[in-house]
T-cell receptor, first 111, second 114 residues
């Protein structure tokens, strides 16, 4: 069963604009949510995380928002840059060990 | 380079052969994880170790799969009698216990079973 879902397989955005990536989850026991970025031929790289007791976390150009009642989180990237073109994975942790991942969203930043 | 390293990066094998992959975690990390990723999907959890103890195994990990982490340092993942369905990217990650469970991944081993 897919506990973490990313329903948009791809996103195209113009350089300088905002990228918004969405993620939905079903397991109310998740206590941490993480976003990873992946370039081809590399492993996923940690980007930003948020605890379930918060609703927003910001790190530079990246902001993650959590809506627990809707079981929804989003990642905002502003402004988008060409180097942001990658696959982005949403992940969640419930028991302090395994991560459950979504299927990923491929972001393409157009010049 | 103090990141997670995996070896080999690519492995091509014939169906029925055994393969073994190695993962060297970040040295101070006490937790080590194995994931499998297939095309178009996110990584799926296989198993994890805290120090040398294997604490959890996914039902995805059939009896043909075995993982070890002797002395709580590097880990190996062995697949016996490989099948075409085993073709995937095998990812290793490591972390410190507690907190946000931020896991750091290696570049993976891509297995192709012919």
């Amino acid at each position: 069963d897919q506990q973490v879902k990313q329903n948009s397989p791809s996103l195209s955005v113009q350089e300088g604009r905002i990228s918004i990536l969405n993620c939905d989850y079903t397991n109310s026991m998740f206590d941490y949510f993480l976003w990873y970025k992946k370039y081809p031929a590399e492993g996923p790289t940690f980007l930003i995380s948020i605890s379930s007791i918060k609703d927003k976390n910001e790190d530079g150009r990246f902001t993650v928002f959590l809506n627990k009642s809707a079981k929804h989180l989003s990642l905002h990237i502003v402004p988008s840059q060409p180097g942001d073109s990658a696959v982005y994975f949403c992940a969640a942790s419930a028991e302090d060990y395994k991560l459950s991942f979504g299927a990923g969203t491929t972001v393409t930043v157009r010049a | 380079d103090t990141g997670v390293s995996q070896d080999p990066r690519h492995k091509i094998t014939k169906r029925g052969q055994n393969v073994t992959f190695r993962c060297d975690p970040i040295s101070e990390h006490n937790r080590l994880y194995w994931y499998r990723q297939t095309l178009g999907q996110g990584p799926e959890f296989l198993t994890y170790f805290q120090n040398e103890a294997q604490l959890e195994k996914s039902r995805l990990l059939s009896d043909r799969f075995s993982a070890e982490r002797p002395k709580g340092s590097f880990s190996t993942l062995e697949i016996q009698r490989t099948e075409q369905g085993d073709s995937a990217m095998y990812l290793c990650a490591s972390s410190l216990a507690g907190g946000a469970n931020i896991q750091y991944f290696g570049a993976g081993t891509r297995l192709s079973v012919l």
